[in-house]
């Protein structure tokens, strides 16, 4: 199973949006409705963002959102703040292969 | 809170057994919760190892399944992971998570295992 594609990159402006796409397969993102995606900050552990491809677990603000669309997911992030600077993996539920990562998107604030 | 700590040597020879275990607080292992195990070669993305579910059900990532054995010690409450016959391409940053069905709010920090001779 192979990993699913991301920007290696995207960058925006504070309050700015920005979109990272996460294309799959119909064997993985296609097929299913369980995409993750994760916000990482170098040196700490990874943080939940997004659920079942739009759901946003609480304390997670509302200026991130995902979507789906075919076999390419999304996660938007509106009003970019510095904060919001890290890496970001998407995650597919891939049945008999368990799950797949993205190659992850670097998220710089300019 | 959940918190999670991986912990294991850091250093682990070819054709060796590389054992990780990781330390659960917050929750109790025996939780209606999925246990799971993740690495990150130097470089790379990131890779799904395998999970185990609190009533004993196991699900390993196929190109690994030959290798891997994920087990759950309730008196201790952790869980571990064990990669037979390592090479240098089982070098990588080994964390352990946990959550609910297809998602994982909770990490561990990491712990870097090297296989070298």
């Known amino acids: 199973q192979s990993a699913l594609t991301q920007p290696r990159s995207v960058s925006g402006s504070p309050g700015q949006s920005v979109t990272i796409s996460c294309t799959g397969t119909s064997s993985d993102v296609g097929a299913y409705n369980y995409v993750s995606w994760y916000q990482h900050h170098p040196g700490k552990a990874p943080k939940l963002m997004i659920y079942d491809v739009s759901q946003r677990p609480s304390g997670v603000p509302d200026r991130f959102s995902g979507s789906k669309s075919g076999d390419t997911a999304s996660l938007t992030i509106s009003g970019l703040q510095v904060e919001d600077e890290a890496d970001y993996y998407c995650c597919s539920y891939a049945g008999m292969y368990g799950y797949v990562f993205g190659s992850e998107t670097r998220v710089t604030v300019l | 809170q959940v918190q999670l700590q991986e912990s294991g040597p850091g250093l682990v020879k070819p054709s060796g057994t590389l054992t990780l275990t990781c330390a659960v607080s917050g929750d109790s292992i025996s939780s209606s919760n999925w246990w799971s195990w993740v690495r990150q070669p130097p470089g790379k993305g990131l890779e799904w190892i395998g999970e185990?579910?609190?009533?004993?059900?196991?699900n390993y990532n196929p190109s690994l399944k030959s290798r891997v054995t994920i087990s759950t010690d309730k008196s201790k409450n952790e869980f571990s992971l064990t990669v037979n016959s390592v090479t240098a391409a089982d070098t990588a940053v080994y964390r352990c998570a946990s959550g609910d069905f297809y998602q994982w709010p909770y990490w561990g920090q990491g712990t870097l295992v090297t296989v070298s001779s």
């Open positions: 185990i579910y609190y009533r004993g059900l196991i």
